[in-house]
């Protein structure tokens, strides 16, 4: 469907900023002001816009809407997770936008409704629960609630016994939050770039002011705090993308200071855990990997290496229970998971997989006294597994398999895994399902996924969604690209800072091999990305524009060389250690070599369909409005741009279960109509 003259086009207003000698005009600057009078009538007309191109795929998106919804079990519960004499789980119900959280008492008892989400999100377009946390003694909840997008939260207590809830009343709270006993909990609070940067102590029922426990003046530092599963200590974690620190604090002198656990040193980062009588340290200090460090928690000055470094195993995350600490580990692309009986030292078995694609999470894990891993598996062919591993016995029960309903069956469907060539010759792993006869022949349509940055892993993980295209004869991939950990820490730091342009040749090379091997061809070929898969996919199409036709770029970080100059802005200064500080002149020519805005040229692209969300923290709306007006006044085809503005939510999208389906709907729609 070519695009039309009603194209809506935003007004040209030159913006000049004069940078290491070099001057940038930004036609569209004037986007970042949503009170200016060109702004929210821009964003609009891009929505009727948008809105009249689809217009023709209401009946399929409808078609595929109902397809999603018939894949899922409307009305469900999760496996109940045992804490404190109770039963907790969350359920849904048929034609509810969000999961009602619950518990009931062991060994049985009438369920208790904590948090009814439907309830809540009344009169909201927007809702999100950051947490919902419950005292030790299982009498009070505290919980955080977003009705933006924001990712700005208002905390909130409730008193189980009563239901009542409570007239303390905190804004601008972050993630995350922990009780320390039943009176003292701890929260963080954002600074004026959103930054969590405070910690405090609310004692409830005192009327006493709050407490600032902690305050991080470096502003590539965040903070964080939770509760270790022990229950013996409060962590506090102080995290930049490159260095880390901990600090701990027992829960029984809730009042007391936090305790340095081991210093921080500039590009080292450590994350610890408790267990047995000791803290466990995993840190990349003299081992790229990681490795396993530990110290008795009543001298954590004498620290004793557990596990080395190794060159083909990466340590992801701890977890600790009584006689068990549970280490995740990455090894040939894939998860595993080492569980270690610390009563004798440490011996340790993996838990074994057998899928050549997929990915393993521990969840569900409150107890401490228990024998019991619990673990959600996944792959590309596989519905989301609850397990009960016995860490003794080394047997798994299979607790759930969640319903894919119509009539599904892995057995219809094949995952695989191949390899591209990078410019360098470095080997990118590529994860691969379709419809089993499948005919490679170059006519398939293919749907290629992209993230790549922050170390951050692509899991291949099912998706019923993802079922509308297959059995519609499409391929799904994922490309394991450098600049995420898919690999190591190693595959990170071979995409990011000065290394950056590997990730979109390694992207582009696994597009070639798919179609050198016959999976798709280009003009077959749709590729998709969000956030910094976004920049992945703005990069991407500047570098080979012949070699996709379609582009799906959802909250797309395309902005870089502005956004990176604006220190006022959420997460700028943080992310100088990911992305480069351009007020060095190495890293400002670099970034300016790839931006994805600064880098259009007049030239024919792709198809792209594009989202933002108008009270998105982390990629602020103006970047996809930006990068669609310049894409308008550049291209020289007449292929379709759309740009869909979410008015009311942030970098998530819609919040509701049904609203997301129908995001999803609308994408597979423009898909299949290109």
């Given at each position: 469907?070519?695009?039309?003259?009603?194209?809506?086009?935003?007004?040209?207003?030159?913006?000049?900023?004069?940078?290491?000698?070099?001057?940038?005009?930004?036609?569209?600057?004037?986007?970042?002001?949503?009170?200016?009078p060109a702004t929210i009538p821009y964003l609009n007309a891009e929505?009727?816009?948008?809105?009249?191109?689809?217009?023709?795929?209401?009946?399929?998106?409808?078609?595929?809407?109902?397809?999603?919804?018939?894949?899922?079990?409307?009305?469900?519960?999760?496996?109940?997770?045992?804490?404190?004499?109770?039963?907790?789980?969350?359920?849904?119900?048929?034609?509810?936008?969000?999961?009602?959280?619950?518990?009931?008492?062991?060994?049985?008892?009438?369920?208790?409704?904590?948090?009814?989400?439907?309830?809540?999100?009344?009169?909201?377009?927007?809702?999100?629960?950051?947490?919902?946390?419950?005292?030790p003694d299982s009498n009070l909840l505290a919980f955080a609630v977003d009705n933006d997008g924001s990712e700005v939260y208002t905390l909130r207590f409730k008193n189980l016994i009563t239901g009542d809830m409570l007239a303390d009343e905190i804004p601008?709270?972050?993630?995350?939050?922990?009780?320390?006993?039943n009176t003292n909990f701890f929260y963080t609070t954002l600074d004026e770039t959103k930054r969590p940067y405070r910690l405090w102590r609310h004692q409830l029922g005192t009327g006493t002011p709050d407490s600032l426990v902690y305050e991080e003046t470096d502003g590539k530092f965040n903070i964080s705090v939770e509760r270790c599963r022990s229950g013996k200590f409060l962590l506090l974690g102080i995290d930049s993308h490159a260095t880390s620190e901990a600090r701990f604090l027992a829960t029984s002198t809730p009042a007391g200071e936090f305790q340095v656990l081991r210093p921080r040193i500039q590009d080292v980062e450590y994350y610890a855990e408790h267990q047995g009588g000791f803290f466990w340290v995993r840190t990349d200090e003299d081992a790229i990997n990681f490795r396993l460090l530990r110290a008795p928690d009543n001298d954590p000055s004498v620290w004793t290496d557990i596990l080395p470094h190794r060159e083909d195993v990466s340590i992801e995350g701890l977890d600790g229970f009584r006689d068990h600490l549970v280490v995740l580990e990455r090894a040939n692309g894939l998860k595993q998971l080492r569980v270690a009986d610390t009563r004798c030292g440490f011996d340790s078995h993996v838990v074994a997989f057998d899928e050549?694609?997929?990915?393993?999470?521990?969840?569900?894990?409150?107890?401490?006294?228990t024998t019991k891993l619990r673990f959600l598996y996944t792959s590309l062919v596989t519905p989301r597994s609850v397990y009960d591993y016995d860490m003794n016995t080394r047997e798994r029960e299979l607790k759930k398999?969640?319903?894919?309903?119509?009539?599904?069956?892995?057995?219809?469907?094949?995952?695989?895994?191949?390899?591209?060539?990078?410019?360098?010759?470095?080997?990118?792993?590529?994860?691969?399902?379709?419809?089993r006869g499948m005919q490679r022949d170059g006519g398939n349509p293919l749907y290629l996924y992209g993230y790549g940055s922050y170390g951050i892993i692509t899991e291949p993980a099912f998706s019923s969604e993802r079922i509308s295209l297959l059995d519609r004869g499409w391929i799904f991939a994922m490309a394991h690209?450098?600049?995420?950990?898919?690999?190591?820490?190693?595959?990170?730091?071979?995409?990011?800072?000065?290394?950056?342009?590997?990730?979109?040749?390694?992207?582009?090379?696994?597009?070639?091999?798919?179609?050198?091997?016959?999976?798709?061809?280009?003009?077959?070929?749709?590729?998709?990305?969000?956030?910094?898969?976004?920049?992945?996919?703005?990069a991407v199409m500047n570098l080979r524009p012949d070699l996709f036709h379609t582009v799906v770029a959802h909250v797309p970080f395309v902005d870089v060389v502005n956004t990176m100059l604006d220190e006022t802005l959420p997460l700028t200064i943080a992310e100088y250690e990911e992305w480069g500080n351009p007020n060095e002149r190495p890293s400002f020519d670099y970034m300016r070599s790839y931006a994805p805005y600064e880098n259009v040229r007049r030239t024919a692209y792709p198809n792209v369909l594009v989202t933002a969300g108008l009270n998105d923290p982390r990629v602020s709306y103006w970047e996809p409005a930006k990068w669609v007006a310049k894409l308008r006044d550049m291209k020289t085809d007449s292929n379709v741009i759309v740009l869909r503005t979410n008015m009311g939510a942030g970098h998530g999208g819609p919040s509701g279960r049904y609203s997301r389906l129908k995001e999803k709907a609308f994408e597979y729609a423009f898909l299949l109509t290109r």
């Open positions: 469907m070519p695009q039309t003259a009603a194209s809506p086009v935003a007004q040209k207003i030159p913006h000049t900023v004069v940078i290491h000698d070099e001057t940038m005009v930004d036609n569209w600057f004037y986007l970042r002001d949503r009170t200016h929505n009727e816009f948008t809105d009249g191109i689809m217009q023709p795929t209401a009946e399929l998106e409808t078609k595929i809407y109902d397809e999603m919804v018939g894949r899922i079990q409307e009305t469900d519960s999760s496996v109940p997770v045992r804490y404190g004499g109770f039963e907790y789980y969350t359920r849904t119900e048929n034609g509810k936008q969000y999961p009602i959280h619950c518990r009931r008492p062991v060994p049985g008892g009438a369920e208790q409704i904590l948090l009814d989400c439907n309830a809540m999100a009344e009169g909201h377009q927007y809702f999100s629960l950051a947490y919902d946390l419950v005292s601008n709270v972050y993630y995350g939050g922990a009780w320390a006993d050549p694609a997929y990915t393993v999470f521990p969840e569900g894990n409150e107890e401490y006294e398999r969640y319903a894919v309903l119509g009539g599904y069956d892995p057995a219809n469907y094949i995952s695989e895994r191949i390899f591209a060539t990078a410019t360098d010759g470095v080997q990118v792993p590529i994860s691969l399902v379709y419809r690209i450098r600049g995420s950990g898919d690999l190591g820490r190693q595959w990170y730091e071979d995409g990011k800072l000065l290394h950056k342009k590997n990730t979109f040749t390694d992207f582009i090379a696994c597009a070639e091999r798919l179609i050198a091997e016959k999976h798709t061809s280009a003009d077959r070929l749709a590729i998709a990305g969000g956030s910094a898969g976004g920049l992945l996919m703005g």
